[in-house]
């Protein structure tokens, strides 16, 4: 008996939340409408605050409450993970409301937008590039921010993936033997990432199918492609003397000093 009771009055209670807020919504009480937003918003009823705000906002684009409004509907929207649109109303903000001392958290959630919409490494990574720049342009903007550092520590993060990416990319060239592809592509990722902890790998992988792609290449550039494996497995060996791979590589030089003395010498 005791729990019908409850039953009833949190059904009643829901019902006439419902009646009190459509009669809030279809009002003309802006003050109202206002202080009830916030109400929804603060008891984390993030969506159903959203219409208020922006009855709000367009009602009054310019005052304190319209300031408060717009700032509220991006985070409503950021609190109930619709990155893309809090993206829209977090991004606009330091733009329509330039002064506000809400501006630096606005570009910041902003950025975390875009951080949340990233996916992960082995898909398009446009979104991981624009994070990335985004959280530069705050850390550029704000240098003096308590927030800084952890920009920092989530664009590193960002940058780990699109190397794990980049990194995939070289195994997979290699793996197809796309021997041209896999060179190219190994060569970038040293430029891009001349730290990276799958650098020995890159290394040898760049070595490998340099010597693969000049077997197979045609006679005329045989020769500088002879010339450039030796050069880039003289670099291997410097940087990795003690590598489990110099073996395999030190036949592929011996192989490549051979068709160097009697193949681009007669050339010459």
């Known amino acids: 008996m005791i729990f019908k009771v409850i039953g009833s009055l949190l059904i009643g209670f829901v019902l006439f939340s ?13 003050q109202r409408k206002f202080e009830f937003a916030n109400e929804l918003f603060d008891t984390k009823e993030y969506l159903r605050s959203v219409a208020l705000f922006e009855q709000v906002y367009q009602r009054l684009p310019k005052s304190g409450e319209g300031e408060l409004s ?29 002064y506000s001392p809400k501006a630096q958290e606005a570009m910041f959630l ?21 994070a990335i720049n985004n959280l530069q342009q705050f850390v550029d903007k704000y240098p003096e921010s308590e927030l800084v ?29 796309n021997y ?14 001349p730290l990276s902890k799958n650098k020995e790998e890159v290394c040898y992988l760049l070595v490998k199918n340099s010597y693969l792609l000049t077997i197979n290449s045609i006679e005329n550039k045989k020769c500088d492609r ?9 670099t291997f060996v410097v940087d990795f003397p003690n590598s489990v791979n110099k073996v ?21």
């Open 180 to 193: 041209r592809s896999a060179v190219t592509t190994a060569l970038t990722f040293l430029e891009d990432y």
């Open 149 to 177: 550092d952890s920009c920092n520590r989530v664009m590193d993060r960002m940058r780990l993936k699109l190397e794990l990416k980049d990194y995939d990319a070289v195994r997979l060239y290699a793996k197809t033997e």
């Open 110 to 130: 902003s950025a975390l937008c875009s951080v949340n919409n990233s996916p992960e490494h082995a898909l398009d990574q446009n979104e991981t590039e624009l």
């Open 248 to 268: 395999e590589l030190d036949n592929i030089s011996d192989k490549m000093h051979k068709d160097l003395q009697e193949f681009c010498s007669k050339k010459k």
């Open 226 to 234: 002879i010339e450039e494996t030796i050069e880039r497995y003289n």
């Open 18 to 30: 419902c009646s009190d807020y459509n009669k809030v919504v279809k009002g003309d009480d802006y």
């Open 70 to 98: 717009y700032f509220r509907i991006g985070k409503a929207y950021y609190f109930s993970e619709d990155f893309e649109m809090a993206g829209y109303y977090l991004g606009s903000f330091p733009q329509r409301f330039p």
